[in-house]
Nanobody, 125 residues
Framework: QVQLVESGGGLVQAGGSLRLSCAASGRTFSIYAMGWFRQPPGKEREFVAAITWSGVSTYYADSVKGRFTISRDNAKNTLYLQMNSLKPEDTAVYYC??????????????????WGQGTQVTVSS
């Protein structure tokens, strides 16, 4: 089992920045890749970014490219999402997730077995 705990959400004005963290514990050696997803109010959960645990490959949704950066610190077993130039449409509950599998695409929620509880990000206009 892998346990994931997010932190770092909050309220920020448009144009501001936040950094989300996701601490992983348990069988972290089994993780192949981790991702960030978000669920805006009344909408489906959507892919934001992913990274292989080796850090070699990163993936981003078009809506966040150039504004968000995903990274990880293997020594701390922690995943990060640096969010800059935030927009009101970035408002959502943000979730981190972990998968044990390699894939040609990391955008599907079905690929991920482990999920955090989510952290709220609210961007005011």
């Amino acid at each position: 089992q892998v346990q994931l705990v997010e932190s770092g959400g909050g309220l920020v004005q448009a144009g501001g920045s936040l950094r989300l963290s996701c601490a992983a514990s348990g069988r972290t050696f089994s993780i192949y890749a981790m991702g960030w997803f978000r669920q805006p109010p009344g909408k489906e959960r959507e892919f934001v970014a992913a990274i292989t645990w080796s850090g070699v490959s990163t993936y981003y949704a078009d809506s966040v490219k150039g504004r968000f950066t995903i990274s990880r610190d293997n020594a701390k077993n922690t995943l990060y999402l640096q969010m800059n130039s935030l927009k009101p449409e970035d408002t959502a509950v943000y979730y981190c997730a972990a998968t044990q599998y390699s894939s040609h695409s990391y955008e599907s929620t079905s690929l991920y077995r482990y999920w955090g509880q989510g952290t709220q990000v609210t961007v005011s206009s």
